[in-house]
């Protein structure tokens, strides 16, 4: 089944596909996914798509809340608290015995400020309030809280890491400003402009409605806010090209199933969504080089024993995600996968 609804506006008009295994069919889609309203606008054969694009929608959220409930206790014994790529030096081989992994992890949230331009006390200082959109275990959120002597939110789709989290947050005498709770990204229980720092660290690659994704993160930007999303990609289309080479799409569908991902979508489509929005400093950057070291190195540390019992131990879904990380490393090295940073400003 194939359905193309309107689009709003050429902005919104961003083609993502669902991807086949949460339950519809291959279907390409002109506008934003979940908005269920929809129906009651579009033509009977619309309608028909459209729910099932609410029930794929569901059954996604439903698959990645269950897909942290269970891995996340493994990343946390083998990885520590932050469940995002290192940022590496490019070229640099980083071998197993180096403690240099979570060290790299940090380095990714510190050249991911800087980039957005958070770069010295006096920016530091605007942070009060940030919101980290698909915290995981909230490594970002107290590391982001004590950094900047801020409150900090974390929203997962996942009860157990929001559990996780807010246990982590106690132990290091943080829960009076750092909380975290279950609340879907795409529809945040805040008030327009509350954050002055709103941070996406490799969850926006989760979300099947990128428009409605960062219009969220748009409205609760406070005035003067900094928007950072670092996410998974697909590489740039070139001009005149409709989309990816039939096998470059095959390796990203791959990975979608285990990861619990829809659709992908590039760097290039993000800023054009930013740019819907009016906002200032828009930037991005591939980071790709930079993370290279990253699969490898988590391969080798579950190829260890104690890796290989805990994944055992995990259960299904971790040993999926494990024999999928082959096709991370593929994708980065034809370039089809990239990895992205796209920040921006509210304007006052
Ligand atoms: N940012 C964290 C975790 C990244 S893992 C870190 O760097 O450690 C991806 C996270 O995105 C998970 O916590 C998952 O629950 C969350 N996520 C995915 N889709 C979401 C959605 N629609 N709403 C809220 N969180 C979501």
């Not at 029930?55 to 469940?83: C, P, Q, V």
């Not at 909380?179 to 941070?199: C, N």
């Not at 609760?220 to 990609?233: D, H, K, L, S, Y």
């Not at 929005?277 to 080798?300: M, T, Y």
Request: hydrophobic share 40%; net charge neutral; aromatic share 8%.
């Amino acid at each position: 089944m194939e359905a193309t609804l309107a689009a709003p506006s050429s902005l919104t008009s961003l083609p993502f596909r669902t991807n086949s295994s949460f339950g519809s069919p291959s279907l390409l889609f002109r506008s934003p996914l979940s908005s269920v309203s929809m129906t009651t606008t579009t033509t009977a054969r619309g309608n028909v798509a459209v729910a099932a694009v609410a029930t794929s929608t569901e059954a996604l959220r439903k698959g990645i809340a269950e897909f942290y409930n269970e891995t996340s206790g493994l990343w946390e014994d083998i990885w520590g608290d932050h469940m995002h790529h290192g940022f590496y030096d490019p070229d640099s081989s980083v071998q197993l015995s180096d403690s240099g992994h979570r060290e790299a992890q940090i380095r990714m949230i510190e050249e991911s400020l800087r980039f957005a331009g958070v770069t010295d006390e006096e920016e530091e200082k605007k942070i009060k309030k940030v919101v980290d959109v698909g915290c995981g275990i909230g490594g970002s959120s107290r590391y982001l809280a004590s950094k900047f002597g801020a409150e900090c939110i974390g929203i997962t789709l996942s009860p157990v890491q929001a559990k996780r989290a807010n246990d982590l947050a106690a132990a290091q005498s943080l829960s009076h400003r750092v909380s975290f709770q279950v609340a879907d990204a795409l529809d945040q229980p805040f008030e327009d402009g509350k954050f002055d720092l709103v941070w996406s660290m490799e969850s926006g690659e989760h979300m099947p409605d990128k428009d409605k994704f960062v219009k969220e993160l748009v409205r609760v930007a406070a005035p003067g806010g900094r928007i950072i999303i670092v996410t998974w990609c697909h590489r740039n289309l070139s001009a005149g090209e409709k989309a990816l080479q039939p096998w470059e799409q095959n390796i990203l569908d791959k990975i979608c199933k285990t990861f619990y991902l829809p659709a992908w979508c590039s760097t290039d489509d993000y800023v054009k969504l930013l740019q819907s929005h009016s906002l200032q400093d828009i930037k991005c950057a591939d980071w790709s080089e930079n993370v290279a070291p990253f699969w490898p190195a988590v391969i080798r540390t579950a190829l260890t024993w104690n890796g290989l019992v805990s994944l055992l131990r995990s259960g299904m879904k971790s040993i999926k995600g494990a024999l999928t990380m082959p096709l991370m490393i593929e994708g980065y090295k034809k370039g089809v996968i990239k990895f992205g940073i796209i920040t921006c400003q509210k304007p006052l």
